[in-house]
């Protein structure tokens, strides 16, 4: 199985570990691949400059190469998607991961139940 993290995991993964709910890491640890959008690392960029979130985006970006997750480009397939979404969820971002989980197709793991509407491709953690 593929899998593309949620920023929510990402960002726990790094400076939350507590946060991490042991199923997660069991995917992880199983997985052939493990992916980081680069939509992910913008978000804790925006969320850094506005001051919602204490995050490093340079070093999240040394850390996901030294974890060995493989970053996803955003490409003009995934923006199209989200354009054709229902909106079950308001964040922009979450709407961009799934479309990407989608094209792509890899499963999306996430601690946000709302995000299982959108596709059998979400897992739940």
């Not at 397939?77 to 964040?91: C, E, I, R, S």
Request: charged share 20%; proline share 6%.
């Amino acid at each position: 199985m593929r899998l593309l993290l949620d920023t929510q995991i990402v960002y726990w993964f790094f400076y939350e570990q507590q946060n991490v709910p042991q199923q997660a890491y069991d995917h992880m640890h199983n997985a052939d691949a493990v992916f980081v959008s680069a939509a992910s690392v913008w978000e804790i960029a925006i969320k850094v400059r506005i001051g919602k979130m204490k995050a490093d985006p340079e070093k999240v970006v040394q850390w996901m190469e030294a974890a060995g997750f493989q970053e996803l480009p955003v490409f003009s397939k995934h923006t199209v998607l989200v354009a054709g979404m229902p909106l079950y969820h308001g964040d922009p971002f979450d709407r961009l991961l799934i479309a990407q989980a989608m094209s792509e197709p890899l499963h999306l793991l996430t601690a946000d139940p709302q995000l299982k509407q959108y596709s059998a491709l979400v897992i739940e953690v």
